[in-house]
Nanobody, 124 residues
Framework: QVQLVESGGGLVQAGGSLRLSCAASGRTFSSAAMGWFRQAPGKEREFVAAISGSGGTTYYADSVKGRFTISRDNAKNTVYLQMNSLKPEDTAVYYC?????????????????WGQGTQVTVSS
């Protein structure tokens, strides 16, 4: 069993930065790929970024590439999402997720555990 708790969301002006954190419980954290997804009002949940268990491989949605950075600290069982140059269209609830098995990083159904989400609001 893995429990995920996100933090770090909030209200920020366009062009600003936020860093999201996701603290995980459970001994399997270092073997789990971790992903960040987001869901805006009235829209489907979408992939944002993912990182392999070792942290050696990362993936990004085209919409955030060059602005967001995903990282992890396996000693602290935590994954981060550094978000820079934020835009109003980045406004959403952000979720972290853990993938214990295999499958494409961008596909929601491949993730086994989800956090409760943290709200990010970017004002123009």
């Amino acid at each position: 069993q893995v429990q995920l708790v996100e933090s770090g969301g909030g209200l920020v002006q366009a062009g600003g930065s936020l860093r999201l954190s996701c603290a995980a419980s459970g001994r399997t954290f270092s073997s789990a790929a971790m992903g960040w997804f987001r869901q805006a009002p009235g829209k489907e949940r979408e992939f944002v970024a993912a990182i392999s268990g070792s942290g050696g491989t990362t993936y990004y949605a085209d919409s955030v590439k060059g602005r967001f950075t995903i990282s992890r600290d396996n000693a602290k069982n935590t994954v981060y999402l550094q978000m820079n140059s934020l835009k109003p269209e980045d406004t959403a609830v952000y979720y972290c997720a853990a993938r214990l098995g295999v499958g494409a990083y961008k596909v929601l159904r491949n993730y086994d555990y989800w956090g409760q989400g943290t709200q990010v609001t970017v004002s123009s």
